[in-house]
């Protein structure tokens, strides 16, 4: 896939649905990563991005870093990992999960609105200023 690199935390993504900042993500490679989320909040924040047409239309999909987001102790719950799966097979666009973007440790910066492309037989997301 190749396209427009646009995105960052998931949270915030979803946060400005509706405003003057929604994001745009029609051809683009849509990278999301977030912090300290339960799955039940992350699939509701996948859900309304897919209801909002969000999902359906991009080039591909850059699953970064969701640090400490497991369900809550005694919770019967989804993995995280579920969750994203169940997206990610929904969307059925390329994707790479697992990119140490976000809040982590090592964290490996990109430079969002550049042109990106997305190879997934090679497991790399090259941006014009390099390989991630």
């Known amino acids: 896939a190749q396209g427009e690199l646009v995105g960052g935390n998931l ?15 029609k051809g683009k490679i849509l990278l999301i ?14 859900n309304q991005l897919w209801m909002a047409g969000k999902l359906q239309h991009i080039a591909g999909l850059v699953v970064g870093d969701f640090n400490d987001c497991g369900p809550a102790e005694r919770q019967q719950s989804l993995t995280l990992e579920e969750v994203l799966d169940n997206y990610i097979k929904l969307i059925n666009k390329p994707t790479l999960k697992g ?18 492309m997305l190879d997934t037989d090679r497991k790399q997301l090259v941006v014009e200023s390099g390989t991630c």
Request: charged share 20%; net charge negative.
């Open 11 to 25: 949270c915030l993504i979803v946060s400005t649905l509706g405003t003057p900042y929604e994001i745009e993500t």
């Open 33 to 46: 990563e977030d912090i300290h989320e339960e799955p039940r909040s992350v699939d509701r924040m996948l």
């Open 99 to 116: 990119l140490k973007i976000g809040h982590c440790q090592p964290n490996v910066a990109v430079p969002l609105g550049t042109t990106a």
